[in-house]
């Protein structure tokens, strides 16, 4: 316990799993039959689908990716290179019962 009165492990706190979605939607599914909640499954299903398909295929969207990846290169390598050669310390290590 901290000076406070409180754990000293911090956790963060939950969040609401359905925090986007607003309350007329709740209102349009909330109490509704089997047959009207599947209705609404399927419209918003396809406007997932559609909204995944534009992303992809937005010129804008296509090209600042290829430049984000680009751009990051160096630094995915330098991360990437960092693992590996803490993993091969690890190893070695191991290897000479230090670990």
């Known amino acids: 316990m901290s000076l406070f ?6 956790s963060r706190p939950k969040k609401d799993p359905f925090d986007l979605v607003t309350d007329s939607f709740r209102a349009r599914v909330e109490g509704k039959s089997p047959e009207e909640i599947d209705a609404v499954i399927a419209e918003v299903s396809k406007l997932r689908e559609e909204t995944e398909y534009a992303m992809k295929t937005d010129p804008e969207v296509v090209q600042l990716k290829e430049s984000l990846k680009y751009a990051t290169e160096d630094y995915r390598e330098t991360i990437k290179r960092c693992k590996q050669e803490l993993a091969f310390c690890l190893k070695e290590l191991k290897e000479a019962g230090k670990l």
């Open 5 to 10: 009165g409180r754990s000293s492990k911090r």
